[in-house]
């Protein structure tokens, strides 16, 4: 079946048909449509990113707030793959006070917060936004921890899903392996495309959204 976004196409797993979801590849066809209530909602974030940009210049130590900010931002993306770690609970771990810490969960958001720091700094020193960076990152995300099992670093080469115990009852159904590449090729090049006629932010949601779509790792 196929819909402007992509198509579904039917795989097979042990012994068991379902439906795999082809996302179309960047940029959509047809365009996206700037609608008044995009344009208004677009106008306020760029707003907020602006009295975030203002605020950066009038602070003492922009660093002490970036510390801050990045593990804030890493426990709450942690918290949506199930960790159930603190702020606290992150800052004891870091200063190696862990009695009453858990542990695993912490780890995994200070793992966060370390490819977070990876890929920012690659990206300053010039190494492009690309594939490779993202198996850098994914590396440094799942060491240790729960995660060392689920291919660290490596585009999956099993099927996998999204809610469910097995692909045949699941909500959703990523590209099967052997087309993982067919997808991801044209996702980098579109990393990469200076030339996109559409605001940036707009630009960063769809790929993160296409991204989640191909879902290239096991975990993570």
């Known amino acids: 079946m196929e819909r402007q976004t992509g198509e579904y196409i039917t795989s097979t797993t042990g012994g068991e048909s379902f439906q795999a979801f082809i996302p179309k590849p960047l940029p959509p066809r047809p365009p996206i449509e700037m609608s008044g209530e995009l344009i208004e909602s677009l106008e306020k974030a ?16 922009i660093n002490l707030f970036i510390y801050q900010y990045v593990r804030k931002e890493a426990l709450l993306s942690s918290q949506i793959e199930g960790t159930q770690s603190s702020f606290s609970d ?27 720091q990876h890929g920012l700094e690659r990206l300053r020193n010039g190494f492009p936004l690309s594939l490779r ?29 999204l809610g469910g115990s097995r692909p ?53």
């Open 46 to 61: 760029n707003r907020a990113l602006g009295r975030l940009d203002g605020i950066s210049h009038v602070l003492p130590n």
């Open 90 to 116: 992150l800052l004891l771990y870091e200063t190696d006070a862990v009695p009453g810490v858990p542990v695993e969960d912490t780890e995994e958001v200070s793992n966060y917060i370390a490819a977070l």
């Open 133 to 161: 960076l993202i198996r850098e990152i994914h590396e440094i995300l799942l060491r240790g921890g729960r995660g060392a099992a689920k291919q660290p670093g490596e585009f999956r080469t099993s099927q996998n899903w």
């Open 168 to 220: 045949g009852n699941a909500v959703f159904v990523p590209p099967p392996p052997e087309r993982l590449m067919e997808c991801l090729d044209p996702f980098e090049k579109y990393l990469d495309e200076e030339k996109v006629n559409i605001p940036v932010l707009i630009k960063i949601g769809l790929v993160h959204i296409q991204f989640e779509t191909i879902h290239p790792f096991l975990d993570g």
